[in-house]
């Protein structure tokens, strides 16, 4: 059992009165209080908590090194057993000039005063002092103290953590911000925020953490990754966007959770359905689609909507009605999703992905019902997904041969976009209202005049 503080000063008390060397004060006072010798090394300066932080920041700063970001809580969680980053460690030694052999850690910055000579006595130790020609000297085994060593390396390394649990739920919590954020703000001003925090989780999971911890970051970054993956779609930006699927793909299968994995992979399908090539699109919702296998999760229904739209749109009917028949089926089986997350799959993103089936697959009436019942549940209709339903219906109109009429809401909606929502996927989406009409009516004025305000820079219009 650890002594009171007292024990330690009397301790010290007699050091600086025998004339001990540092490091013999923290010895006694480790051996003496039972605490560790990390602990040790302040009591054996008189520190509190708050008096050694402050030195360890004054010595960075008289170093020119980076300051740590340490407070009293975790030092004190240090001296009782958890081991800090690599960096830090090395500061500590540097802080109170010991070695590896002094803190169990790395680095040896002692000065050649506080070396104690080998086999030295050391000096005033009183009743606790036992005289060295007392103490049996056993054979050397340097394999056996190697071995010893590895052993204490490789447990120091299991139990090791820079990621406390609050540090983790001060992060799922900035996570949330970030999928509640995505919703209403812009793709280029979402960019900056996501990168910031991605940033921050990737500084933890670069150091070793128990596996829980891993976990739980690769979550996190599987999700933040998918959302840059997106932003970056929306904006135009395909060869970036498809490489930071890749990343979230990577994060989400490290995560260990199949439903991350089945989510993360029904997200990348948006790249190939909007740019190409649609067999990608059914690729990915399929596989998303046999990972959830068949449980009614909010992926489970995200994954088959996705596939039916993809499917209706390759022109696979058969296919796309198969997974709307399970899209709705596992949806109607799931709890209500919040409409104010990203990551949620609410009935009004049920409806959009629907709009996109009946349409491709010319039924009509069912998708103007539609789209009309997802427009309804958007309490704001400046965003890009009502203005890709608006699209739809413009297709709808093409599809009735109201050629005209198609081209005038197309233009309308895609003007009626705030300029920073006003992003590539808009254009690319309204581009497809010219691109199905048939050929002979493509000269006409309305058509024309939908191409040339599509082809504008977005700051002339």
């Not at 560790?36 to 302040?42: E, G, N, P, V």
């Not at 740590?68 to 958890?82: F, I, M, N, S, T």
């Not at 209709?381 to 198609?406: K, Y």
Request: proline share 5%.
């Amino acid at each position: 059992m650890a002594h009171k503080p007292s024990c330690a000063v009397s301790i010290r008390e007699r050091a600086a009165a025998s004339g001990w060397a540092v490091a013999d004060t923290v010895a006694e006072i480790a051996a003496c209080c039972g605490v560790s010798f990390l602990r040790a090394h302040r009591l054996a300066r008189g520190w509190t908590l708050r008096q050694a932080v402050a030195e360890l920041v004054q010595l960075c700063e008289r170093l020119g090194l980076p300051l740590p970001g340490v407070d009293e809580d975790q030092l004190a969680a240090w001296e009782k057993g958890r081991r800090p980053r690599f960096g830090t460690v090395d500061l500590l030694c540097r802080l109170y000039e010991t070695d590896a052999q002094g803190l169990g850690l790395v680095g040896d910055y002692r000065s050649e005063a506080d070396r104690p000579a080998v086999g030295a006595a050391r000096p005033g130790a009183g009743a606790l002092s036992v005289p060295l020609q007392a103490v049996p000297v056993a054979t050397p085994d340097p394999f056996g103290d190697l071995v010893d060593s590895f052993r204490r390396s490789v447990e120091g390394t299991l139990a090791s953590t820079t990621a406390s649990a609050t540090q983790l739920e001060v992060l799922d919590e900035q996570v949330m911000d970030l999928r509640r954020a995505y919703i209403v703000s812009p793709p280029t001003e979402m960019l900056g925020r996501l990168v910031r925090l991605l940033e921050e989780v990737r500084l933890l999971a670069a150091d070793r953490q128990p596996a829980l911890v891993q976990s739980r970051l690769s979550e996190m970054i599987a999700v933040l990754a998918t959302l840059v993956a997106d932003a970056l779609m929306k904006l135009g930006r395909l060869d970036q966007s498809r490489l930071w699927y890749g990343t979230a793909r990577s994060a989400a299968d490290d995560s260990g959770s199949g439903d991350l994995r089945a989510r993360v992979r029904v997200q990348a399908a948006m790249l190939p359905y909007y740019y190409g090539p649609l067999e990608r699109a059914v690729a990915l919702t399929r596989e998303a689609r046999l990972l959830n296998r068949g449980r009614a999760t909010v992926t489970g229904a995200f994954a088959a909507a996705a596939e039916a739209r993809a499917r209706a749109r390759h022109g696979d009917a058969e296919g796309a009605r198969e997974a709307i028949v399970q899209a709705r089926e596992l949806f109607e089986r799931c709890p209500p999703s919040d409409e104010t997350d990203a990551w949620a799959f609410p009935r009004r993103r049920l409806l959009f992905y629907l709009s996109g089936v009946h349409t491709a697959l010319g039924e009509l009436r069912e998708a103007r019902r539609v789209q009309q019942e997802a427009l309804s549940l958007y309490t704001d209709h400046s965003g890009i997904d009502p203005a890709l339903l608006a699209l739809e219906e413009a297709m709808c109109l093409v599809q009735e041969r109201s050629v005209t009429e198609a081209c005038e809401l197309a233009a309308h909606t895609f003007l009626a976009v705030p300029e920073a929502y006003r992003t590539e996927i808009l254009g690319v989406r309204a581009q497809e209202v010219i691109a199905i009409l048939p050929a002979q009516v493509r000269s006409s004025r309305a058509v024309r005049d939908l191409g040339e305000l599509l082809a504008l820079p977005t700051s002339r219009m």
